[in-house]
């Protein structure tokens, strides 16, 4: 950054503009774990850039593909037109996809991604002469993204209330699981709290069954702070949609590709949604794609009427990109060939240890972990919610350690190639920065 550049045309999503003007944070370059600032600080990545890097920055494979295929061929359409690397990465990505979610429909980020699963489960109703299935049944604090489906399915209030009269009509909430009095200083999945599922059962006695078109959920909520879903409580969604007919989609923007220890949070849970949405670490972060992954059965239901018409009016202008699709298939060969699910699940117990040692550092009141991520949640300070945390972020930064707050809560979701003294600087630099702040 030059001492003259202009910040001001820029608008930043998600961010304090004026604040980060008057004191902006400007990353030059990234390797492996590490980001280097234009001042030319390291800082050690302790949340994949935004839950999406898993391999780690600048994997040279993935350089490579992106550079490869920019030269060869750099854009086509999507519609009525494909090139091979999108194909090839529907079937390896349908392959590593669990149960009979044989087929991907591809957007550009997770928000298209979920309002692409929402579409596919209302239509996939009506094709089926079940039409009157409208609703569309979310959770608190869920985060799906800022679309206007994502945030009417979504329950994070800042992203609504500006638009509480234009979210889409017919939709309700599931009650969020974070119970502190209940479930603080879990490791892995709370005992307490499958009966918060059950609250599907009065949602669907309200409104009856045949309203209901699906239930989204992500199998743990990252933005929300890493909420773990209590022990059978995935299951018992399962079930009561599996009575109801209504389709289960489990939003894996977050939790696919190693993020709990396994290809998807599906499998972790052992839990068989209709649709997967994904996004994130689909091409590590390096070029924007997300996808929706589908059942077979809903598939087939599209594919009737003429061979020639469309049978989905969907899709975007960037659906599969070539450098895209290139650096997804990149991202699934260095999954692949470095066990990097494997090794997160071998690093998981490590990584939970030393999170929880900062069990008892000043002003937290709850660690919790699943896979490679976790959280650490801290009192707020009176009249001030989210001041501490983001104190905390700052001095963490200045130490050398990029972590994300959420409220006042501290997320990890390092890469899955961290090691343990990497492990250990993150936990050390967190403790020592809520012993400097009050
Ligand atoms: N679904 C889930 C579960 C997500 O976590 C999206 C959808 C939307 O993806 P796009 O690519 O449209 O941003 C997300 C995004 C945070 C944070 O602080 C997390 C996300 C986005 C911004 C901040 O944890 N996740």
Redesign the pocket.
């Given at each position: 950054m030059s001492a003259t550049q202009n910040l001001e045309p820029y608008w930043m999503?998600?961010t304090g503009n004026r604040y980060f003007k008057s004191h902006p944070m400007m990353m030059a370059a990234a390797e492996g774990m590490y980001y280097t600032t234009t001042a030319g600080q390291k800082i050690l990545d302790g949340?994949s850039g935004?839950?999406c890097c898993n391999v780690g920055h600048c994997h040279p494979k993935i350089v490579t593909a992106i550079q490869t295929q920019a030269a060869s061929l750099d854009y086509v359409t999507a519609f009525q037109m494909g090139h091979p690397g999108v194909f090839e990465l529907a079937e390896k990505l349908t392959e590593m996809a669990p149960g009979n979610l044989d087929y991907a429909f591809f957007a550009?980020?997770?928000?298209?991604?979920?309002d692409t699963a929402l579409k596919i489960a209302l239509a996939y109703h009506r094709i089926r002469g079940e039409g009157q299935r409208t609703r569309l049944i979310g959770r608190e604090k869920?985060?799906?993204?800022?679309?206007f489906g994502?945030i009417s399915v979504?329950g994070m209030s800042p992203n609504r209330k500006m638009y509480a009269n234009t979210l889409l009509p017919g939709v309700d909430h599931l009650p969020h699981t974070h119970n502190l009095s209940e479930n603080a200083y879990s490791r892995g999945q709370p005992e307490w709290g499958a009966h918060l599922a059950d609250e599907l059962e009065n949602i669907i006695a309200l409104h009856d069954a045949s309203t209901i078109a699906a239930v989204i959920v992500?199998p743990v909520?990252?933005?929300?702070?890493v909420l773990v879903p209590p022990r059978d409580y995935l299951q018992r969604l399962r079930k009561i949609c599996d009575q109801h007919g209504i389709l289960l989609i489990f939003?894996?923007?977050?939790?696919a590709f190693g993020r709990t220890g396994a290809s998807f949070g599906a499998e972790t849970f052992g839990v068989q949604p209709d649709l997967i949405?994904v996004?994130?670490g689909l091409t590590n972060g390096a070029v924007?794609m997300?996808a929706v992954l589908v059942d077979t059965d809903i598939y087939a239901a599209f594919m009737t009427g003429p061979e020639q018409a469309v049978e989905f009016f969907h899709g975007y202008t960037y659906s599969g990109h070539p450098l895209a699709a290139a650096a997804a298939l990149a991202s699934i060969d260095i999954y692949r060939e470095e066990g990097l699910f494997e090794r997160a699940s071998e690093m998981a117990p490590v990584f939970e240890n030393a999170v929880h040692s900062l069990k008892g550092a000043p002003n937290v009141v709850d660690i919790r972990n699943i896979g490679m991520m976790a959280a650490i949640e801290l009192e707020p300070r009176a009249e001030a919610p989210a001041l501490r945390a983001l104190d905390a972020f700052r001095r963490c930064f200045d130490a050398g350690v990029l972590v994300?707050?959420?409220g006042d809560t501290i997320?990890l979701?390092p890469p899955l190639i961290i090691d343990e003294p990497q492990i250990d600087q993150i936990v050390t630099t967190i403790g020592q920065a809520l012993r400097s702040i009050d």
């Open positions: 999503p998600f949340i935004l839950w550009n980020s997770g928000s298209e991604a979920v869920g985060y799906h993204g800022v679309g994502g979504g992500e909520a990252g933005s929300a702070g939003d894996e923007v977050i939790t949405t996004a994130k924007p997300g994300r707050t959420t997320a979701t």
